[in-house]
Structures are given as C-alpha cells and as structure tokens.
C-alpha cells in the first residue's frame, strides 16, 4: 500500500490552521497514525486509528478519514510545531508517507 | 522513566555485519510487540522489521528479508537487529519502537554507516 502525503512543504502563520492530507493507495479503513518529527530528533505518535490522539498530545491537533483519504490538522500553528509529519498504515504490512515539512510563514 | 535506547551502530564495509541492540526499561518489556524504523540521510521513514511479544511471530521489509534477523529477550529486557550482507543503502539511523499498529515509544536511534 502507498500513501501520499500533501503537500510536500506546507508554511503557514503563527495561529493560522494548518491542513495535511495522507492519501492510501486502496483502502485502510482506520488503520492510520501519525508522527511528527522535530529537527534532530526521534519520531513521535500524535494520532492513531485515524483520529484517536496519543497521550500527552496538545488538543490543537487532530485527525480524520477512513477508507483511503486522511487529514491532520493543527488547528493553531505554534513555534514547536515546525517539523515532518508521516502518516503511517498498519493494515496491510507497514508503510510511511513520505512526509510534509510543515513550517512558519 | 519509560524508554528505549539503541546502540550497536558504526560504520561498516559492504558485505560486513553489525549487531543493533535496543534497551527497554520503564515499562514491561515482554508484553509489547517491538519494530525497527529506518531513515536514510535526508529521506523519510521505512519499516524494517516486526516481532510480536513472545518472539514468535516476526516479518521483515522485502529489501532485508534474508540479510537481517530481529529478536529479542524478554528477560534482559532487549530487541536485537542482526544484520548482514550490508550494502551502502542500508546506511540510515536505525530506530527501535514499541508497538506495531501505532508506535508510540521510540529510542533516540543508532547511525548505521555502510562505506568502504
């Protein structure tokens, strides 16, 4: 399974609302997660089963879809939020998105 | 405090072999399945390898089949990465992480460097 993530550069104001998108191949149902990764460091889980946030993660992010369309979105873009997001299915095998580099405007 | 910490990367000539090893502790090691993640330099995530968490249930990325072997001890608490037949594209910081399904604990990730 592919995923496609849009767009590859996303720069958005401080306090604006940023808009991921991760597009699968053929369907995963719900089976998706995603990660952020800061400069210089180690991946971490934001969301998982489509919409569920990990423990720890600020309310201002928040995901959706199902079947082969998925959406993250950081409803006000702060300063620590700059870094890649990958999406990630677990339905058939494993797969990454190749990311989006989100940064400030 | 809950974490995993790999070691065991370096540089290495193709062909050559390196061990990975990743420490778990804060948590009990043994009732999480475990997965290594890759990074190429400047590139984004892959999916290396998975065992459940009684080892006996493993599977591999098509482009490490039959050059790695992951596995683990539950009583020292570690996952392990033997790899071999190294090529230069295997260079990449290798990451262990909890979970399978959504990844939620990660090591800070050993560099693995495939030259001559």
């Known amino acids: 399974i592919v995923l496609t993530q849009s767009p590859a550069t996303l720069s958005v104001p401080p306090g604006e609302r940023a808009t991921l998108s991760c597009r699968a191949s053929?369907?995963?149902?719900?089976?998706l997660a995603w990660y952020q990764q800061r400069p210089g460091q180690a991946p971490r889980l934001l969301i998982y089963e489509a919409s569920i946030r990990a423990a720890g993660v600020p309310a201002r992010f928040s995901g959706s879809g199902s079947g082969t369309d998925f959406t993250l979105i950081i409803s006000s873009l702060q300063s620590e939020d700059v870094a890649v997001y990958y999406c990630q299915q677990s339905n058939n095998w494993w797969t990454f998105g190749q990311g989006t580099k989100v940064e400030l405007k | 405090e809950v974490r995993l910490v790999e070691s065991g990367g370096g540089l290495v000539q193709p062909g050559g072999s390196l061990r990975l090893s990743c420490a778990g502790s804060g948590f009990i090691f043994s009732d999480y399945e475990m997965t290594w993640v890759r990074q190429a330099p400047g590139k984004g995530l892959e999916w290396v390898s998975y065992i459940n968490d009684d080892g006996f249930t493993i599977y591999y990325n098509d482009s490490v089949k039959a050059r790695f072997t992951i596995s683990r001890d539950n009583v020292k608490k570690s996952l392990y990465l033997q790899m071999t037949h190294l090529r230069v594209e295997d260079t990449a910081i290798y990451y262990c992480a909890r979970g399978s399904m959504a990844l939620d604990l990660w090591g800070q990730g050993t560099m693995v460097t495939v030259s001559s």
């Open positions: 053929q369907s995963i149902s719900r089976d």
